[in-house]
C-alpha cells in the first residue's frame, strides 16, 4: 500500500487544474463522462447516500460548511467535501468535522492505482473527488454536503444525485472558461440542476437568474431565490458573532394577510446567531438555512435547535477571520473583483476609522485590477501595500501586481515570501491598525501557518525565559 506521502505524490500526477491553467471548459478538458465511468467502476458509491450538491462563484464553501455543521448538530453522520484545502489536503474529505485520516486516504488512493490506467485523462481533481465518494461511503454517513469545484455543469462532483441543489452567488471569475457574460456562467454553474430537484439559489442578478430559472422549468425542478422566496435581516454584530432573522415569502404573506384583517400580531422571524463575519455571510447563511428547508422537505427532518446550533458553531477558516488583535490582523481569501467590494465593505463596517496594512497576492488567472481598485478604494483606509507571492504555480509575481498597485497612489512594496510581507506588517503597525491578508486563499493559508509559528515563538519557554518579540 501506498504511503501517505506517495498518495499525494500520485494524486498530483495527474492533470490538476487548481495548479495550472485549462484553456478551455469542454468536454475534451472536463469530461463528465470520464467521471460517471470512474466511479461506475467503484460501484457508484456517492449513490450510496443523500447529497446536498452546492456551486457558485462566491460563498459556496460557507454554504456548504454551514449545512453541514447543522447536519451534524442534527444527529446526522455528515460527509462534507470542499475545496482547496488551506494547510492540509486531507481538510477536503470530512467525516463529522474530523479530516479523513492519512493512511484512510493512502488506503483508497493506493486502490485507485489499478483502476487510473483505463481511465485516460482521468484528472486530480476527479481522484479526489472519488476518493470522497469512497470514504463516505465506507464510513456510512447519513447525509454528504459536496460543493463544486469549478463550473458545475462539467464538474466531477455532478455524477450525484442531490437530494437539494445549492447555487451561491454569481459574478465574474475564471470567465475564460465558464463565459463572458452572467447569463453564461449561471448556465454552467444551473448545469447541476437535476430533473425534479428542488434548487435554491442566492439573491442573482436578473440575467443570472432568469438563466437559472429557465434551466430549472425545463428540467422541472421547483426554484427558490433568497431575496424573493426567504428573506433576511442583520440585527447587531461584533468581531466574535453577528445576529440576524430569517422568514419565508410564505410567512410574510400571512403576515401581511393578518394585519390587514386588523389582527395584532407579535411574530417574530426567527432569530440565529452566526460566528462568520460581514453581511455577505448573513446572504450565505440565509442560503444555507432555505437549502435546510428544502432538504428536509424532501425527506431529511432537522430540527430548528439543531439547525441554529449548527450555524452557531461553525467552523470556516480564512473567511474575515480575526487571527489577533492589537494590531488586529484579519486574513480573507477574497479572489475576484466581487468578493474584495464585500470584504471592501466589511473592512468598513468593523474597523471604519482604523488604518489598513493590506498584504496581498493573487492567481494569475485572476482579474487583479478589479480586486485591487475595490480594496485601494479611498474609504478602506489602506495606509500600506506589500505585495507578495504564495508558493503556487499561478501566483502572480509581485513586481507584476506592484504595477497594478501602485496607480491607487498608496504606498507599494513587494516581499518575497508572505511570511516576511507578514513580519514587515507586523513591525509597522500599531495597536490600532489592521493588518489585513487577501487576494487568494493560498495567501491566507501562508499567512495564518505564519502567523502560528509566531505565536509559537512567542509562547513562554519551559522553565521561564523571554518571550520572543514580534
Not at 454554504?63 to 481538510?91: I, M
Request: charged content about 20%; hydrophobic content about 45%.
Amino acid at each position: 500500500m501506498l504511503t501517505y506521502d506517495e498518495a499525494l505524490d500520485f494524486l498530483y500526477s495527474f492533470v490538476d487544474y487548481g495548479q495550472v491553467r485549462a484553456e478551455k471548459y469542454s468536454p475534451e478538458v472536463f469530461s463528465l463522462a470520464r467521471m460517471v465511468g470512474f466511479v461506475r467502476a467503484l460501484g457508484d458509491p456517492q449513490r450510496r447516500y443523500p447529497v446536498i450538491h452546492v456551486a457558485g462563484t462566491k460563498g459556496k464553501g460557507s454554504v456548504a460548511a454551514l449545512c453541514a455543521s447543522a447536519l451534524r448538530a442534527g444527529g446526522y453522520r455528515t460527509g462534507f467535501y470542499t475545496s482547496p484545502h488551506l494547510n492540509d489536503f486531507c481538510e477536503r474529505v470530512q467525516v463529522n468535522g474530523t479530516y479523513i485520516p492519512r493512511g484512510a486516504l493512502a488506503e483508497i488512493v493506493s486502490e485507485f492505482q489499478a483502476l487510473a490506467p483505463h481511465h485516460p485523462g482521468v484528472t486530480t481533481f476527479e481522484l479526489s473527488t472519488a476518493l470522497a465518494f469512497v470514504y463516505f461511503a465506507r464510513q456510512n454517513v447519513d447525509v454528504a454536503v459536496m460543493e463544486v469545484g469549478l463550473g458545475g455543469r462539467l464538474d466531477a462532483t455532478n455524477v450525484v444525485e442531490p437530494l437539494v441543489s445549492v447555487i451561491s452567488s454569481l459574478s465574474f471569475d475564471h470567465t475564460y472558461l465558464l463565459g463572458n457574460t452572467l447569463a453564461e456562467i449561471a448556465t454552467e454553474k444551473g448545469g447541476i440542476i437535476k430533473p425534479g430537484v428542488p434548487v435554491v439559489t442566492a439573491a442573482q442578478p436578473p440575467e443570472a437568474l432568469a438563466a437559472l430559472e429557465q434551466i430549472a422549468a425545463e428540467r422541472g425542478a421547483p426554484l427558490e431565490s433568497v431575496g424573493r422566496d426567504w428573506h433576511h435581516r442583520a440585527l447587531q454584530h461584533s468581531l466574535e458573532m453577528q445576529r440576524y432573522e430569517v422568514w419565508s415569502e410564505e410567512e410574510q404573506r400571512q403576515l401581511n394577510a393578518l394585519r390587514a384583517a386588523g389582527h395584532a400580531v407579535a411574530w417574530r422571524p426567527t432569530q440565529l446567531e452566526l460566528p462568520l463575519l460581514g453581511r455577505h455571510q448573513v446572504e450565505n447563511a440565509t442560503l444555507a438555512y432555505a437549502a435546510l428547508q428544502a432538504a428536509r422537505r424532501a425527506g431529511l427532518p432537522l430540527t430548528a435547535g439543531a439547525l441554529a446550533a449548527g450555524f452557531r458553531q461553525v467552523v470556516w477558516p480564512g473567511r474575515f477571520e480575526v487571527l489577533r488583535r492589537a494590531p488586529y490582523v484579519v486574513v480573507d481569501g477574497a479572489h475576484n473583483a466581487d468578493s474584495a467590494r464585500r470584504l471592501a465593505a466589511t473592512v468598513r463596517e468593523y474597523f471604519p476609522h482604523q488604518p489598513v496594512r493590506l498584504i496581498f497576492g493573487a492567481s494569475s488567472d485572476k482579474d487583479v485590477a478589479g480586486m485591487l481598485a475595490e480594496l485601494l478604494a479611498p474609504a478602506v483606509g489602506v495606509i500600506q501595500v506589500i505585495l507578495t507571492q504564495a508558493v503556487h504555480p499561478r501566483a502572480l509575481e509581485p513586481e507584476a501586481l506592484a504595477a497594478l498597485a501602485r496607480p491607487a497612489g498608496v504606498p507599494v512594496e513587494t516581499a518575497a515570501s508572505v511570511e516576511a510581507a507578514l513580519a514587515r506588517a507586523l513591525a509597522a503597525a500599531g495597536p490600532e491598525d489592521v493588518v489585513l491578508a487577501a487576494g487568494s486563499l493560498f495567501v491566507v493559508a501562508e499567512v495564518t501557518t505564519a502567523w502560528h509559528e509566531l505565536e509559537a515563538r512567542r509562547a513562554p519557554r519551559p522553565g521561564g525565559g523571554e518571550r520572543v518579540s514580534l
